[in-house]
Structures are given as structure tokens and as C-alpha cells.
């Protein structure tokens, strides 16, 4: 009778625990937590006497269960003090550490985000590291310990405004002669304070002078141009953009002396104790030349052999075309040639027309591509099949052109020559020749003067080379 009510007594005992919400034969909880920096400025830093802005994430994402009597602690390290949140903690732990107690969190919950702002002590040494963590427990405890709590560093650095270059659309802007120029500068406040009074200068090159420019420039004289950029806050950002182009009367001394030109440039900016902090910035660039570059480069796929044509099968082409010059280019045509024995199956895309020329018996399509611009490539993919392949080689031609100045005609035509398999037997007696060369070395190395490695190879380059020699003949004969 006494095992039979212990055994009533359990059986209660589970019924009751599953029919607790959220607990389901053990199920649990798994509170998540995250901690990041918060604001307009996300980087992990802060500053003597300054204030520092952090999020922490709860959730109970990959929780089976409810969480009940939720407690949120965040865990200030020593030089970092609590100054508000929101939402308001219950209380505080030790006098300065948030604490924030939730009833419930559901199973698969969303993250809550709360948001502090904490205060950086006075007397924190640039360079110190602080670690700001906080951790999530229930009554049910959790799932993954590994889950409920997080840590985040951030670094002490110098108080004051940070003026730095963020970067220059000038290094990708083609300088020529014909025409202006256009870049943006930007800049930044890297620092923890306001930069007041932020100035920018720009010192062009003696060759070039300036056009114009947004926002207004505050002055310009000489190769001096000046912007007001007035005062940024911490991370904020600004952005110039200049217009130049060449002193017409430098440009005969610029061409002839192909020398670079360096464009400087220096930002400043005073903080709230009125001492100023400047950085400074340079680019080189050359001179180019104005036009487009049409570039062609060809390929071939399906050979069983480099070099290789095969009788009777079939190989792809591809043409490759680009524009590499710093204007667009207009007009743009492709064409491929080819000799005689090779002949188009098909393309893709479709040749725009074909038509006949005695340099190249196999024909010639041709591709109006229209413009291109500056930077573009395609590719046309031409399946050709090789009916016989001629003794001196079959010839595979690709070209392109297209109006105006073309700056670089060195890459406007591609060729390639393949030729047909050896047969068999000469395979074979090149084979046989090569065994001779080997037997002879043998023989010489066993005398009291042995050929060098050097000369045994030479030997058997001269029998593979008068070999082939014969093959050629052999092939180029007329049948008596």
C-alpha cells in the first residue's frame, strides 16, 4: 500500500510540473543577450569625462518554453558609471549596476532592447580598455548557458575632435587634357568632440585650374581653393565635390614632360578649448590620354590538345571584347575570321552579317555592338566546326573597332593558329628516335669519355626536328 501512494504521489507530482506554463517534460527557456554600442556613432570607443551610449538585446529566440521572473543585469566595469536607461531599471545593484526584472518573456520572444548611457570617469588613462557586460537569468534557468549573458570593449582615447579623410573619387577619375575633371573629397570627425570652425583646402597642381565646386568655396586664389564646412559633431561627415581642368597654356609643357601632378589637400578644425587639429592628404595622378580603348582577346574551348584541331569536330570560340579607355566608344564592331576548313555552326549572340574574303576562305562574321562604355566587356561565343585542317595551319582571327580615337591600337586584333594531330607512325618514329638518342647516350656514357646530359638532349631534339621535317615533305609531295 505504501509504493502504491508513492507511486499516486508522483504521478501528481508530474502533472502538476507540466501543466506549469511554459514547462513541458523539461522543456526550457534559452535566453539570448547581446550587448553593442548605440547612437549615431557605433565605434568602440569613449573618452575621458565623456559619455558612451550601449544597447543590450534580450530575447528567448530558441527558447522551448516561457521565461518567468526574468532578471536583466548590466555589469559596469571601474571607470564607467550609470547615468539613465531606457527603460528605466528596477533598481540599482551595488549602487551602479542596472537591473531590469520582466514577469514573462514568451517562448520564441523577440529581442527587448535596452538602451544606456553611461559616463566615461575623468581620470581614465587614453589606451585603457573597459569591458561592459550583462547576463539573463529565469526561474527556469536556460537551455544554453552559453546564451544568457555577453560582453562588449570599448577603448579610452584622447578627448577632443579627429579630423580624417575618408577618401577621394580622384584616384578613379581619368585626368586628360580635353575636357574638365570632376572628384569628391570626403571628410570625417573621428573624434569623441565637435570639431568647430572646420576648414578645407585643396592645393591643385600649377597645371590645372579650378572651375567650380559644391558647396561654394569660401575663396580661391592662385592653386589655392578653401571650403567653410562649419562645425561637425562626432562621426559626422562631409563631402566637396571640384570641378578642374588644364591651364590651356600648360598643356604642350605637360604632354612633352609626362610628369605626375599632386593634388594636396589639409583639413582643420578647432576643439571646444580652441586648440586646433588638422590632417593632410595627397594624390598623384598622370596625365592620360582622352579616347576610348576597344580591346579584343580570343580563346578556344574544346580541344582535346592545346594547339589541336581535330578533323570533323567541333570547338567554341571565345571573343572577349572590352572598352579600357577613359571616354565611351561608339560604333563598336566585332568580327571574327576564319581560314580555310573552319566554318561558323552557330553563335550567340547571332552575327549582325557574314560575308567572303580571299585572306580567309572559311568566311567572316561580323557584330555591331553599338556603344560601350567606359570599363564594359561582353563576350560572343561562337561554335566552329573544323571540317579539315590545312598543312601550314588553320587560322583563327577575332578584331574589333570603333569610332574616334582609339588610345591603345595594340589590342584591337587577337589571332590564333592550330594545327592538325601528327599521325600515328610519325608519333611513332619520333618515338623510336627518341629510343636511339637514349641508347646511343647509354652506350657513349659507358666509354672512357661519356656525353653530357646537355648533348644527349640535343641529339634527340635534332631526330624529333628532321622527323617532322620529313612529315611535312612527305605530306606537301604530289601523289606521282
Known amino acids: 500500500m505504501i509504493w502504491i501512494g508513492v507511486q499516486v504521489a508522483l504521478v501528481f507530482l508530474v502533472v502538476a510540473l507540466s501543466s506549469l506554463n511554459g514547462l513541458a517534460f523539461g522543456a526550457k527557456p534559452d535566453l539570448g543577450v547581446t550587448v553593442l ?24 529566440m530558441k527558447g522551448a518554453a516561457d521565461a518567468h521572473h526574468v532578471k536583466l543585469s548590466a555589469l559596469l566595469p571601474k571607470g564607467l ?31 527587448r532592447l535596452f538602451e544606456v548611457t553611461a559616463e566615461t570617469e575623468t581620470d581614465l588613462a587614453p589606451g585603457r580598455q573597459l ?15 552559453a546564451d544568457n549573458h555577453a560582453s562588449y570593449t570599448i577603448y579610452v582615447q584622447s578627448v577632443g575632435p579627429a579630423l580624417v579623410f575618408r577618401g577621394s573619387t580622384l584616384d578613379s577619375v581619368p585626368l586628360t587634357t580635353v575636357g574638365p575633371a570632376t572628384f569628391k573629397v570626403d571628410v570625417r570627425n573621428a573624434g569623441n568632440l565637435p570639431a568647430i570652425g572646420t576648414r578645407l583646402e585643396a592645393t591643385l597642381p600649377k597645371e590645372m585650374k579650378f572651375d567650380k565646386a559644391d558647396p561654394q568655396p569660401e575663396s580661391s586664389s592662385g592653386q589655392i581653393v578653401a571650403f567653410k564646412l562649419g562645425d561637425l559633431a562626432r562621426a559626422e561627415s562631409r563631402s566637396v565635390t571640384i570641378t578642374v581642368e588644364f591651364d590651356p597654356h600648360q598643356i604642350s609643357d605637360v604632354l612633352q614632360g609626362d610628369r605626375p601632378l599632386t593634388f594636396a589637400f589639409k583639413v582643420s578644425g578647432a576643439g571646444s578649448d580652441g586648440k586646433v587639429t588638422d590632417s593632410h592628404f595627397e594624390i598623384t595622378k598622370r596625365v592620360e590620354s582622352p579616347g576610348q580603348d576597344v580591346a579584343v582577346w580570343l580563346t578556344i574551348v574544346g580541344a582535346k590538345e592545346p594547339g589541336e584541331l581535330v578533323p570533323g569536330s567541333d570547338v567554341t570560340s571565345v571573343i572577349t571584347y572590352a572598352n579600357l579607355g577613359n571616354q565611351p566608344a561608339h560604333k563598336v ?30 568566311g567572316v562574321a561580323h557584330w555591331d555592338i553599338g556603344d560601350l562604355g567606359v570599363g564594359m566587356s561582353q563576350t ?12 601550314d595551319g588553320a587560322l583563327v582571327n577575332a578584331t574589333i573597332t570603333a569610332d574616334g580615337i582609339d588610345i591603345d591600337t595594340s589590342n584591337n586584333s587577337a589571332s590564333l593558329l592550330w594545327h592538325s594531330p601528327l599521325p600515328p607512325d610519325i608519333l611513332k618514329s619520333m618515338r623510336r628516335a627518341s629510343v636511339v638518342a637514349k641508347t646511343a647516350g647509354g652506350s657513349e656514357g659507358a ?11 640535343l641529339l634527340e631534339l635534332i631526330l624529333v626536328i628532321v622527323a617532322v621535317l620529313i612529315f611535312i615533305r612527305a605530306r606537301r609531295s604530289p601523289i606521282r
Open 380 to 391: 560572343i561565343r561562337s561554335v566552329i566546326h573544323v571540317a579539315s585542317v590545312p598543312d
Open 447 to 457: 666509354s672512357a669519355r661519356p656525353v653530357s646530359h646537355r648533348l644527349r638532349h
Open 131 to 145: 569591458e561592459i557586460s550583462a547576463e539573463a537569468e529565469s526561474s527556469e534557468g536556460n537551455t544554453n548557458s
Open 81 to 111: 558609471k550609470f547615468q539613465s536607461s531606457d527603460p528605466p531599471p528596477t533598481r540599482l545593484d551595488s549602487g551602479y549596476n542596472p537591473v531590469w526584472e520582466i514577469d514573462a518573456l514568451p517562448a520564441k520572444a523577440l529581442p
Open 333 to 362: 564592331a566585332v568580327a571574327l575570321n576564319l581560314g580555310a576548313g573552319l566554318a561558323i555552326a552557330h553563335s550567340d549572340p547571332r552575327p549582325t552579317g557574314t560575308g567572303t574574303d580571299n585572306t580567309y576562305p572559311g
Open 37 to 60: 554600442a548605440a547612437g549615431s556613432d557605433l565605434r568602440p570607443i569613449t573618452a575621458p569625462g565623456q559619455p558612451f551610449l550601449f544597447r543590450i538585446g534580450l530575447d528567448n
